[in-house]
């Protein structure tokens, strides 16, 4: 009779690599619809920025899209409210005609701004509206605030990038909750929102003329989807 054949050794399981979720800025807000008009204007009315334009996105790289809002040059998509409380202002002449702003171009954005979830996206813009708004006219208590930047970015959809010209990767600002559901976790909102409160890190755009007038920085989130970019700006004025 022949040897039955020898056993075969017994399997090692593979090691498993420890993996570290990594946050996306196109998971979806599940709690805030996209705004119609109404709310839309409901929401910039609350958080009262300098400056909040949508623009058509023609293009693959959105950069240029941007620049074409902040250059003042596109109209809302959707006929939607548009806030820009320097319009009609004599500063803006032919050597400023984007005042206070001036480093628009495409590739000037390129090297001012980066990437950011969604939640960084609104606590930014929370933040911004909340202590440089213009003239301050925002509205509302903070969490009031909060709900209008939810909404104000719900309008861009579950897919869209965002990003700023503040510097948002430092340890006092951290986005480590993979979900972009802001309106759950109260006290862990409020963490984030206290991570914000920091000596800011901002790449400006402000035109020198701007600067003369005690505009001492500028500070953006930056908002696209598959067919419309949007800017918010708001201003720390001495």
Not at 21 to 49: F, I, K
Not at 213 to 219: F, P
């Amino acid at each position: 009779m022949a040897p039955p054949p020898p056993a075969e050794p017994p399997s090692v399981p593979a090691p498993s690599i420890p993996s570290r979720p990594v946050p996306s800025p196109s998971v979806p807000s599940a709690s805030v619809p996209a705004p119609d008009a109404a709310a839309w204007e409901g929401a910039l009315d609350t958080l009262g920025p300098w400056l909040a334009a949508v623009g058509p996105r023609r293009h693959a790289d959105w950069l240029q899209d941007v620049s074409a809002v902040l250059r003042l040059d596109t109209r809302d998509p959707r006929g939607w409210h548009t806030v820009d409380q320097h319009a009609g202002s004599s500063s803006r002449t032919p050597q400023a005609p984007y005042y206070p702003l001036a480093l628009v171009d495409a590739h000037h954005l390129d090297h001012h701004l980066e990437l950011i979830t969604r939640r960084e996206a609104a606590m930014l813009l929370t933040r911004h509206c909340a202590e440089y708004g213009g003239s301050g006219l925002h509205r509302g208590s903070e969490a009031a605030l909060r709900a209008a930047a939810r909404t104000a970015l719900a309008r861009f959809g579950p897919a869209a990038e965002f990003a700023t010209n503040e510097d948002p990767l430092t340890d006092e600002f951290v986005d480590d909750d993979p979900i972009d559901d802001l309106s759950g976790d109260e006290e862990r909102s409020a963490e984030t929102a206290e991570r914000c409160r920091r000596t800011l890190a901002v790449s400006c755009l402000t035109h020198p003329a701007a600067e003369r007038d005690g505009y001492i920085l500028d500070l953006g989130v930056v908002a696209a989807s598959e067919t419309e970019v949007g800017v918010f700006w708001n201003y720390f004025i001495d």
